[in-house]
């Protein structure tokens, strides 16, 4: 009787170690990284002294400007690791767009930019000045 309990369990377990890379495959809607439009230039980056690489895994990211409500801030570099392998830095942009300044900020090759909110509302306030060029 015992044996037969056991058998059904044994299956169990096997079925559920198997399943178990395909539960981890679920994918999890992770939310975009807003690309946003600055009033004016960036400031000139500063130079900045790397500290002591903590390990092999971490990679430098250098500092950048970083467009906060109505100014520019600086985002000190520093020492980070990648979370997935096979990702690498993408570091910050910034494109003239007419008087503004297109931001998009830095970020791993696995994540995705998306318009924000004030870019897509300058955009959309701005369409008229490129129709007229």
Not at 39 to 68: K, Q, T, V
Not at 88 to 104: C, M, T, V
């Amino acid at each position: 009787m015992l044996k037969q309990l056991f058998k059904p369990a044994v299956l169990a377990a096997f079925v559920t170690i198997l399943s178990a890379p395909a539960i981890a495959q679920v994918q999890v809607d992770v939310p975009g990284i807003d690309i946003r439009i600055g009033h004016r230039a960036p400031p000139r980056l500063r130079h900045e002294i790397r500290p002591h690489r903590p390990s092999r895994d971490h990679i430098w990211i250098a500092g950048a400007w970083d467009w906060r409500g109505n100014d520019w801030a600086w985002v000190p570099g520093r020492w980070d690791r990648p979370g997935d392998r096979g990702v690498r830095w993408i570091r910050p942009r910034y494109h003239r767009e007419g008087s503004a300044w297109r931001y998009e900020p830095g970020h791993w090759s696995n994540q995705r930019l998306v318009e924000g909110d004030d870019y897509r509302r300058w955009r959309a306030e701005h369409e008229h000045d490129r129709d007229r060029r």
